[in-house]
């Protein structure tokens, strides 16, 4: 079966950095796209952008260029969030969810979901 | 950027029909997905494409899309469907390409 499994609670200092990882199985990695979706705290959620895992090629939604990497490592399946310079704003939830495919439109499609990964960005 | 309208939250009895919409400019010429989010769980895939259901989502749930309307419709409601649920589209001409609505509370009398 389809998993995403996501890197564990992060609590750092602003000015840092974070890299959240999403181990996939179950599937051919290289097949799906992989999205990623930030959640604040109480609020809903926001696209942040995907990365094609065929290419590598990322894109970013508007407000996610600078400081977010969006990077893969095939060979263990595996995608990637950077975030550097941390703020108290970055303080959410980060999950990955699999696109439905590897080109547009269908990899925006979220059919599966990490657990989420918990970033707290405080002093 | 391409703008998806929900309400905030819903109210329904069990057993009972609950409609929740998600307006957008002619929103029906996309594609719309929706999701349900329990409380502390990561979103769960419950319509795609306007109308269809992945495999395992009870046939309760249903969705429609016209004009500037997508309907989210679950039948026979039950305790367990308390969730938020949000509405999702792609527009290549926005940024971002992807846009969620901005979530709906359902609760269960």
């Known amino acids: 079966q389809v998993q995403l499994v996501q890197s564990g609670s992060e609590l750092k200092k602003p000015g840092a950095s974070v890299k959240v990882s999403c181990k996939a199985s179950?599937?051919?990695?290289?097949?799906?796209?992989m999205n990623w979706v930030r959640q604040a705290p109480g609020q809903g959620l926001e696209w942040m952008g995907w990365?094609?895992?065929?290419?590598?090629?990322?894109t970013y939604a508007q407000g996610f260029t600078g400081r977010f990497v969006f990077s893969l490592d095939t060979s263990v399946s595996t995608a990637y969030l950077q975030i550097s310079s941390l703020k108290a704003e970055d303080t959410a939830v980060y999950y990955c969810?699999?696109?439905?495919?590897?080109?547009?439109?269908?990899?925006?499609?979220?059919?599966?979901w990490g657990q989420g990964t918990l970033v707290t960005v405080s002093s | 950027s391409y703008v998806l309208t929900q309400p905030p939250s819903v109210s329904v009895a069990p057993g009972k029909t609950a409609r929740i919409t998600c307006g957008g400019n002619?929103?029906?010429?996309?594609?719309v997905h929706w999701y349900q989010q329990k409380p502390g769980q990561a979103p769960v895939l419950v319509i795609y494409?306007?109308?269809d259901r992945p495999s395992g989502i009870p046939e309760r749930f249903s969705g429609s899309n016209s004009g500037n309307t997508a309907t989210l419709t679950i039948s026979r409601v039950e305790a367990g469907d308390e969730a938020d649920y949000y509405c999702?589209?792609?527009?290549?001409?926005?940024?971002?390409?992807?846009?969620f609505g901005g979530g709906t509370k359902l609760t269960v009398l």
């Open positions: 999702q589209v792609w527009d290549s001409s926005s940024d971002p390409h992807v846009v």
């Open positions: 002619n929103i029906g010429s996309k594609s």
């Open positions: 990365i094609n895992t065929n290419t590598g090629n990322p």
């Open positions: 494409y306007d109308s």
């Open positions: 969810a699999r696109g439905g495919g590897v080109v547009v439109p269908a990899a925006y499609l979220c059919d599966y």
């Open positions: 179950g599937y051919t990695f290289t097949s799906y796209a």
